[in-house]
């Protein structure tokens, strides 16, 4: 069974910086998708960044330009760079993958607050 473990979530003032991470184990060699995903109180999840084995990455149109998604397959980690933040990027992050077989598996979320 795979597990995914996030880390890097925290308080930050508008315009600051955080960097989250997501440490994969289990059967990561079937991973073909990873990415991220968050929910705001009372939202829906929705994508953030998605990024391929290969390293093919997707952005919400809310983050382009101000978030970066990178992975590192050797180390079964990806990682989400957050500069310029807003308070609207307040919300629990989700690591988020799937395999080739269509499973997907989540983390348990970490939360990052944005305050002006």
């Known amino acids: 069974q795979a597990q995914l473990v996030e880390s890097g979530g925290g308080s930050v003032l508008v315009g600051g910086s955080l960097r989250l991470s997501c440490v994969a184990s289990?059967?990561?060699?079937?991973?073909?998708?990873m990415g991220w995903y968050r929910q705001a109180p009372g939202q829906q999840r929705d994508m953030v960044a998605t990024i391929s084995r290969g390293g093919m990455s997707n952005y919400a149109n809310s983050v382009k330009g101000r978030f970066t998604i990178s992975r590192d397959n050797v180390k079964n980690t990806v990682y989400l760079q957050m500069n310029s933040l807003k308070p609207e990027d307040t919300a629990v992050y989700y690591c988020w993958s799937r395999a080739y077989t269509a499973n997907v598996y989540w983390g348990q979320g970490t939360q990052v607050t944005v305050s002006s």
């Open positions: 289990g059967p990561t060699s079937t991973f073909d998708l």
